[in-house]
Structures are given as structure tokens and as C-alpha cells.
């Protein structure tokens, strides 16, 4: 109680302001001089405390202020410094990505360039002579090629203060020391009697050194951006050098490749490609082979490698052995290869392999879809692709309209005499004919195919010759047989080697066009036994089982046909007339649906379905069956028998 009652008491004491009660008495027992004068001091009073307050005021808003500005200052300043950390971080980066042949300014001497002959000059003309070379490669290539530049870090004239160093040379610098760039220079100098000499470095080692007269300047420079070139990318010079037809220097550039290349997974590349280079331009494929093998030797994964040996073998006709690196390549994953390899150069490699799996198992639909690969795939070769699958399948209406339609998109790439062989056009005039049961077309398509073959500059005489004997000959030594030259086409069959499939299953086509069944069977027990997970074999002899009349035995094989080759029609079709050979032709009706799956527009198929059917007594069926065979491809055979069945 004492505490508060002096709490109370002391109250008043607290501030300026006194109670209104005690001010109004102590005014009234005031004089009126006194009052007025306390008044004044009242408002003085408030004036002094309005004036601090105001004064207060502005001292806090400039405090808040200046605050202000003090974080809005510091973080202006952090954000330049992240700016600053980025843009450092991004040119670092940038820097680090910087690749390929940067071409720095040539010393000339100065007769030369009074005549307009600078330093830039040469400097710019090896530029684009380079970038010619890389784009005709490129274009070969699954792989990029390296990009040439001149050097324009001096036009950069900006300096950074206080270094005496531009801008231009800093970045300059940067990339030197971050990147991959190889830098080239040299010099143009004359060596008397109108001759010059054109010499390049790089980090000091002479790189080039070509001479020759003032007026092949041009010349000279074309011999340094190859040899540029092939310093700065031992891969690709070698398919500039195919495509120019030096087949020879192609071949020694891509024998020199694997010692130029420390990375392993480039060496295998390299390994790769001088199988390639074998191939095509030598035709020895056991050494293509074993070239590849040094390839899947360092990096057993590498899709190319197994893509070469797969080409390698189907074209010494092992296509057993072809089939198992077909296949071996469906596992293979893009990450295990090197990285110029993955992207658009996987995906073209396991479409080579797709395509030539689907081939060799019979799986023509699937192979209609194929699209080739980059280099060299024009809308006119991937339609030549589509017709000869479609011929395969019998469909030769599409086929037709499919190489119309190549021609009309690039007659000249057409007869161009470069093209591949699975992009000949003369392959899919033979299958039509043989739809057709035209041989003396097929004669000429054949002869027409080995023609085209050995003016093919694309390969070398070597290739030339293996591609006639293993493709070309069997082709025309079967048309042969099939024309009724059984002479001509055994003389012709004896220059292909014992160990070629085609070679062999052709041999027995030949027998039993001259129903020498002891011989046919021989020959197509061979071919199988060469490649016994192919289907082709199996259903020639399915056929000439059915065309003796062993329908039981033609069984077995179109048996063995389809499950080596589920997506094949013909063993299945041929199944069928088995079928109905045995007086089974409700059992034949699901073969010929199966066979319709994968060749939907086969004459001969329709017409033994309608017969199947008249046979089970489905008249109306059979007739929607004659009438879609009456629109297709028939034999002469084939086209007398549909009128009699539908009269």
C-alpha cells in the first residue's frame, strides 16, 4: 500500500503536461498578466516539441532510406558478382567445348602480297578448302567431322585495363588452354625460278610441306588442306579419299589411322573402318574379317565391328555367320560406344543390322519399313529399298510404282553406277521377273545387275569381282536354268565357290529344273547344313519335294521353313498346297491366312486360297479370292489355271 500510494503521488511529476483541473485553478488565483504569460509558454512550449518531432521525423525517414539504398547497393553488387561468376563460368565452358582446326594468319613474303596473295588470303582459301573436305566426308560418315575456322580472336581490338591484353586474346587464350583446338600457321615462301613452296605447322612440327609452281597456288593449298585434314582427323580422310576414287591412298590413310589414335574406343573405331576400307576397296573379306576382329578385340561391344563382319560374311556368302552378328548386334547398347558413334550413327548401324536380319530370315514386311542410313539416303534410294522388299514379298505392283517413283525423285542417282548393292535397281527387276515367271527378263536383269556391278565405282576392282560372283552369278545361272539353258547356267554356277549359301541352294535349283532329284536333294541338304538357321534352303526343297509329289516330305521342310523363318510366306503358302495335295484343304485355309500376314499381295496365294475354298465348298469365298488374285502379278502358269478355275 505505502509503494503504491508513493506511486501516486510521485505520478504527476512524470511528464510536461499538468492536470487541467490544477492549471484552471492555478489560472483563476492568477493574475491576467501572469495567465497570458503562462500561455506563451504553453505554446512555445509545443512549438519547440512540434519542431523536435519534425526534426525526429526526417532523421528517421533519411535513416530508412539510406538503409535502403545500403541493401539495395549490396545487392546490386552480389548480383554483378554472380553475373560476373556466370559469364566466367560460361565462357570457361565454352572454352572447354572449343574444337577443331582453327587456321592462324600465314607470314608471305612481301612481293606476294603487294599482289593480293596476304597472309589472311592463304589463311582463308586453307579455311574452306577444309571445309570442303569435311563436308564431302561428312556425308559418307556416320561419325562428325572436324570443322575448320580461321583465327578472328584479333579482331577483338577491346583492351582489358590495366594488361595490355584485348579481349580477343584473352579468349583467345582461354580456349588454348581449356580446349581442343589445334592451331595451324606456316608460311608461303618463293623459291626462285617461279616456283614456291607452301609449308604448315602446328605447335611448331611441320604439319605440310607442298611445292610447286606460282601459278598451281590453288593446287598446292588443295594438298595442304588434305594433309591438314587428314592430321586433324585420320577417320574421316579416309572416306574423303574413297569418295574421290584414290582407293589406294584411302586404304593407307586407314591402315595409319589406329596409330594415330591414343583412345581406345577411337582406335577400335579406327580398326573398324580399315575393315570397311578392306571391303569395299580390296574384296578380301577373310582380312576384312579379321581387321574388324581387332576392333571387338578392344571394345567387344562396338556396333560398327560387328556390322563389317556381318557385311563381310554375307558377302563371301557365310550367311550363317552373318545371321549371328545380325543378331549379335540386337543386345549392344548405345552407351558402350564411343561417342561420336551414339545418336544418329547408332541408330543407322542397328538399322543395317535390322534389315539385314529381316532379309535373312525372310521377314520382307518388316523389312519394307528399313530406313537406310545418312549417308547416301535419299528419298530416292529408301523407295529402291521399299521396292525390293516389296518384290520379295510378291507384291509387284508396289514394287513397280516404288521404283517409278526413284526414278522420277533422282534418275541420275539411279544410274549413277555408285550405288550399293542392296540399292540396285536391276535387283528388283530380277525378283519381279521371277514373280512372273519371266526368265528371259530375269536373264537380262541379272546380266544388267553384274554389268552395273563392275563399272561401280564405289568399289574397288577386287570388291567388284567377289560382289559378281556371289551375287551376280547365282542370279543368272538360276535364270539360266529357269529359260531352259541348263548348260549355260551349270557352266555358269561353276565359278561360284562351294562355300557361297546362294551358290549351293542355286546349284540345287538348277538339278531340279532338270529333275535330277537325287542331285537337287543333295545340294539343299548342303545349303542347310551351311546355314541351318536360315529358312531359304529349307523351302526350295519343300518345293521340289511338292513338285515330285512327296507332299509329306514338303511337309517336313515348309515345317522347318516357318519356324526358322516365322514371318516368311512362302514356306507357309507352300504348306498349304502340301495341304491340299494331301486332300486336306480345310487344314490348308489357316496356312494361307497365316502366309496372307506377310504377303497380302501374292497372286499365287489368292489363287490357291480361292482353290481351297472351292474345295471346301465356300464358292463364294473362293470367288472374292480369284477375283483379288485376277488383279495381281500371275505366271503364265498361274494366269491359265485361274481362268479354269473361275470358268
Known amino acids: 500500500m505505502e509503494e503504491a500510494e508513493n506511486s501516486e503521488a510521485e505520478a504527476p511529476a512524470a511528464g510536461p503536461a499538468a492536470d487541467p483541473a490544477a492549471i484552471a485553478l492555478g489560472l483563476g488565483s492568477a493574475s491576467r498578466a501572469e495567465a497570458d504569460a503562462y500561455l506563451r509558454d504553453q505554446r512555445a512550449f509545443i512549438a519547440d516539441q512540434r519542431h523536435h518531432l519534425h526534426e525526429q521525423f526526417k532523421q528517421t525517414t533519411l535513416s530508412t532510406f539510406s538503409l535502403r539504398l545500403s541493401i539495395t547497393l549490396k545487392l546490386l553488387t552480389a548480383l554483378l558478382g554472380i553475373v560476373i561468376v556466370i559469364g566466367l563460368c560460361v565462357a570457361a565452358w565454352n572454352a572447354s567445348q572449343a574444337d577443331g582446326m582453327v587456321v592462324d594468319e600465314f607470314s608471305v613474303p612481301p612481293g606476294l602480297a603487294e599482289n593480293g596473295i596476304t597472309g589472311k588470303v592463304v589463311a582463308d582459301d586453307l579455311t574452306a578448302k577444309i571445309d570442303a573436305i569435311g563436308q564431302i566426308a561428312q556425308g559418307r560418315s556416320l561419325t562428325s567431322s572436324v570443322n575448320a575456322q580461321k583465327d578472328n580472336s584479333e579482331d577483338v581490338k577491346v583492351d582489358i585495363p590495366e594488361t595490355g591484353v584485348s579481349l580477343g586474346q584473352a579468349w583467345r587464350y582461354l580456349r588454348q588452354w581449356l580446349g ?18 607452301l609449308t604448315v605447322t602446328q605447335d611448331g612440327q611441320q604439319t605440310a610441306s607442298v611445292s610447286g609452281t606460282s601459278a598451281d597456288l590453288d593446287g598446292l593449298e588443295q594438298q595442304a588442306a588434305e594433309q591438314m585434314f587428314a592430321d586433324a582427323d585420320p577417320i574421316n580422310i579416309v572416306l574423303y579419299l574413297g569418295s574421290r576414287g584414290r582407293s589406294a591412298e584411302g586404304l593407307a590413310a586407314a591402315a595409319r ?8 574406343g577411337d582406335r577400335s573405331d579406327a580398326y573398324s573402318l580399315w575393315s570397311n ?4 576397296w580390296t574384296g578380301d573379306m577373310p582380312l576384312a574379317i579379321a581387321r574388324a576382329r581387332l576392333a571387338t578385340d578392344i571394345n567387344p561391344d562396338l556396333l560398327v565391328a560387328h556390322r563389317e563382319m556381318m557385311w563381310a560374311f554375307a558377302l563371301m556368302g557365310h550367311d550363317e555367320d552373318a545371321l549371328r552378328q545380325a543378331q549379335a548386334m540386337q543386345p549392344i547398347q548405345e552407351r558402350d560406344q564411343p561417342e561420336a558413334l551414339r545418336g544418329r550413327a547408332f541408330a543407322a548401324v542397328v538399322s543395317e543390322g535390322d534389315f539385314w536380319r529381316d532379309y535373312a530370315l525372310g521377314a520382307y514386311s518388316h523389312a519394307a519399313g528399313y530406313m537406310c542410313p545418312g549417308q547416301g539416303c535419299t528419298p530416292a534410294a529408301q523407295a529402291l529399298i521399299q521396292a525390293n522388299a516389296a518384290a520379295h514379298a510378291h507384291d509387284g505392283k508396289t514394287s513397280r510404282a516404288l521404283m517409278q517413283q526413284a526414278v ?4 541420275a542417282f539411279i544410274d549413277s553406277g555408285r550405288l550399293r548393292f542392296y540399292l540396285n535397281i536391276h535387283n528388283t527387276r530380277y525378283e519381279l521377273a521371277a514373280n512372273d515367271g519371266d526368265w528371259p527378263a530375269g536373264v537380262a536383269a541379272a546380266r544388267a545387275f553384274a554389268a552395273s ?3 561401280n565405282a564405289a568399289y574397288g576392282p577386287g570388291a567388284r569381282a567377289n560382289l559378281t560372283r556371289i551375287l551376280a552369278t547365282p542370279m543368272l545361272a538360276r535364270a539360266l536354268a529357269m529359260n531352259g539353258d541348263g548348260a549355260a547356267a551349270q557352266a555358269t554356277i561353276a565359278a561360284t565357290p562351294g562355300d557361297c549359301y546362294d551358290c549351293v ?3 540345287g535349283w538348277i538339278a531340279a529344273a532338270a529333275k535330277q532329284w537325287g542331285a537337287a536333294d543333295s545340294w539343299f541338304a548342303d545349303a542347310v547344313r551351311q546355314a541351318p538357321s536360315i529358312p531359304f534352303a529349307y523351302e526350295d526343297w519343300g518345293r521340289s519335294l511338292l513338285e515330285r509329289g512327296d507332299a509329306a516330305g514338303a511337309i517336313g521342310k515348309f515345317t522347318l521353313a516357318s519356324a526358322k523363318g516365322p514371318h516368311f510366306a512362302d514356306p507357309l503358302e507352300g504348306w498349304g498346297e502340301a495341304l491340299m495335295a494331301q486332300n486336306r484343304s480345310d487344314l490348308a485355309l489357316a496356312k ?4 496372307a500376314q506377310y504377303a497380302p499381295n501374292w497372286g499365287r496365294l489368292h489363287l490357291k486360297w480361292g482353290e481351297a ?4 465348298g465356300k464358292k463364294d469365298e473362293s470367288r472374292k479370292q480369284f477375283a483379288l488374285a485376277a488383279t495381281l502379278d500371275l505366271t503364265p502358269a498361274e494366269k491359265s489355271e485361274l481362268a479354269k478355275a473361275r470358268g
Not at 592 to 595: G, L, S, Y
Not at 613 to 616: C, D, F, W
Open 453 to 455: 556391278i563392275e563399272t
Open 613 to 616: 475354298l472351292t474345295y471346301a
Open 408 to 411: 522420277a525423285l533422282d534418275a
Open 180 to 197: 581442343h583446338e589445334r592451331h595451324f600457321s606456316g608460311n608461303l615462301r618463293l623459291l626462285g625460278a617461279g616456283r614456291i613452296a
Open 257 to 264: 589411322a589406329p596409330q594415330l589414335l591414343d583412345n581406345p
Open 505 to 507: 541352294r542355286t546349284r
Open 277 to 280: 576400307a578392306t571391303r569395299i
Open 592 to 595: 494361307f491366312k497365316d502366309a
